[in-house]
């Protein structure tokens, strides 16, 4: 698989290589003002081929992805959640319902513009997949052995970034009781008290699951490795 995207340049790329692309350009963009440039040259490449239609990011790769889902990535390397909200705005007056599909994508970008009314046409409740996690936390655990993906806290990490999402809009729009109740219920209602508790800090601490399973899997590591 190449590291280079479609116009033949180095950029976050598919499937295995996009782990590798996204690393390099992780390092090398803040540090270096030459690749941050080059950097948003090709995002602005990548935005100005989706507003023109042309919706795929390197279609003749084995796995080719959504053009919009690449041109956020790049954002999220540069700091640029505007350009995101920005993007999403004029695919959305261009393809609607294409831009629905991709509006999860976005919608950390949107409420950071505090367009708190977008925002509220494409969240759903969060408290609909209180269930779904539930049902995960009695076959899978939280912080699995080596070898097996964390799943649960994975589901744990997107149900609380939908509420925090959803409690920013609801305040943003004035409606701050809709969104004490919506913390309130969205804690209480998860069953295993780790669970909770890590809800807790991660309410506190945004990205605080991710830093717990990755901080757990390397001393898994260390200890294997017998440092």
Avoid at 20 to 40: C, I, N, Q, S, V
Avoid at 47 to 64: F, M, T
Avoid at 149 to 177: D, I, K, Q
Wanted: hydrophobic fraction near 45%; charge should be negative; proline fraction near 6%.
């Amino acid at each position: 698989m190449s590291l280079y995207d479609d116009d033949g340049e180095l950029a976050p790329g598919v499937a295995a290589s996009h782990f590798m692309a996204t690393f390099l350009w992780e390092l090398l963009a803040p540090a270096h003002p030459a690749a941050r440039e080059a950097l948003t040259r090709m995002r602005d490449r990548q935005v100005r081929k989706l507003l023109d239609g042309d919706q795929i990011y390197s279609a003749d790769q084995r796995w080719p992805r959504s053009r919009f889902e690449a041109v956020a990535g790049m954002n999220d390397i540069l700091k640029d959640s505007r350009s995101t909200y920005e993007v999403f705005r004029q695919f959305e007056a261009l393809m609607p319902d294409l831009a629905r599909r991709h509006a999860y994508r976005a919608l950390p970008a949107i409420v950071e513009a505090r367009d708190f009314a977008l925002a509220e046409r494409y969240l759903s409740n969060p408290l609909d997949d209180l269930d779904f996690v539930n049902e995960l936390a009695l076959t899978l655990p939280l912080f699995p052995p080596e070898g097996a993906a964390p799943r649960l806290a994975a589901e744990l990490s997107n149900f609380m970034r939908n509420v925090r999402l959803c409690e920013a809009t609801l305040r943003g729009l004035g409606r701050g009781g809709e969104a004490d109740a919506l913390r309130t219920a969205a804690l209480a209602g998860i069953a295993p008290d780790e669970m909770r508790e890590l809800a807790q800090r991660e309410i506190a601490i945004p990205g605080a699951i991710t830093r717990e399973a990755t901080a757990r899997r390397a001393l898994e590591d260390r200890d294997a490795s017998g440092e």
